[in-house]
């Protein structure tokens, strides 16, 4: 076999509900020679015994900390130890299709592109339902006035919606979920900013790329799909399994109040935003919305939507209130 040009580099997203099945679908469907890092962030026994067994079996590079960091604290200790030609970040909850690879690797040879994205999907594959075809970005106004529009291209639809496939093409950003660099590009823009401790890290390497002239690509041919934990009763199934009790104090940190806040602040001052960008932005907290759902299955049945939709609502401010005066 020829000498492997990637190395995929994976970090926990949110949680450890899909390791296995990630990893394991991962390997079934990436004939192509690749290198492998995986950096392991604070993992539950169960999870972290699975990744020592399997990295001595398949022979990856494990790295492991026992400190909550950040994911672009993980991206950066990971992609220290590439050596290939082409870096690929994916999380820990994505689901690759088969064939997804080649497609990216062709993509950036053909460009020249410094960042290829595949197509995002939500939920099961076999659902269809679109998170991204790449993104644009708009940056507009001044002073206080200047503001920042991210638009996520053709999200909401499902691929049975599309009178065609859609095509490569050029775009503003691609997402963390799954994508292809050039290592070299670090050389470049530097390091990624690890102050970006939740939320807007896409975008900041897409806003780097673009004022060091390089280029981001959407690739369609290639398909993943990732599994965040259901934050509604109509997703139970679609999405990926429910939160373990041992994922939440990761969970409760990495989408906490204090870390998206001073993640968009850190992004609004960096890139010379007006204040009301912050108002603008939603944080990420809904994702901890996923705390509630065993309460859910019992309520809802009982009560019925409206009941059940109003009390999950104010248990959510209090739980808000709560977060950010507990976690740092």
Not at 186 to 207: M, N, V, W, Y
Not at 288 to 317: N, Q, S, T
């Amino acid at each position: 076999m020829s000498e492997p040009r990637v190395t995929i580099v994976a970090v926990p997203r949110d949680r450890y509900g899909v390791t296995e099945r990630a990893l394991e679908t991962l390997y079934e469907r990436t004939p192509e020679p690749f290198e492998l890092v995986y950096v392991d962030v604070a993992s539950p026994r169960r999870t972290r015994r699975y990744l020592e067994a399997q990295a001595r079996e398949r022979g990856f590079r494990l790295v492991r900390f026992d400190d909550h960091l950040a994911p672009n604290q993980a991206r950066n200790a990971g992609v220290g130890l590439v050596t290939t030609e082409y870096t690929v970040f994916i999380d820990n909850d994505v689901i690759v299709s088969p064939g997804w690879l080649t497609p990216l690797v062709e993509r950036a040879d053909e460009t020249g592109a410094w960042v290829v994205g595949p197509l995002y999907l939500i939920g099961e594959l076999e659902l269809g339902w679109i998170h991204a075809a790449g993104g644009e970005l708009v940056i507009e106004g001044t002073g206080d006035d200047r503001m920042m529009r991210s638009d996520h291209l053709l999200q909401g639809l499902e691929l049975s919606d599309l009178a065609a496939p859609p095509e490569a093409r050029a775009c503003d950003f691609a997402e963390f979920h799954c994508m292809l660099l050039r290592t070299d590009v670090f050389e470049k823009i530097g390091p990624l900013d690890e102050a970006l401790l939740s939320t807007r890290e896409h975008e900041d390497l897409a806003l780097a790329v673009k004022a060091h002239g390089g280029s981001v690509w959407s690739e369609p041919r290639s398909v993943v799909t990732y599994l965040p934990p259901p934050r509604h009763p109509k997703v139970v199934g679609a999405f990926g399994p429910p939160l373990r009790i041992s994922d939440v104090p990761y969970f409760t940190r990495r989408w906490s109040e204090r870390w998206n806040e001073d993640s968009v602040e850190h992004f609004r001052v960096k890139h010379g935003l007006g204040p009301f960008f912050r108002k603008r932005v939603r944080n990420g907290n809904e994702q901890r919305l996923a705390f509630f759902m065993p309460l859910r299955k019992v309520v809802r049945p009982v009560f019925g939507e409206r009941i059940d939709d109003k009390l999950v609502r104010g248990l959510h401010r209090y739980e808000r209130r709560l977060n950010r005066r507990l976690v740092r």
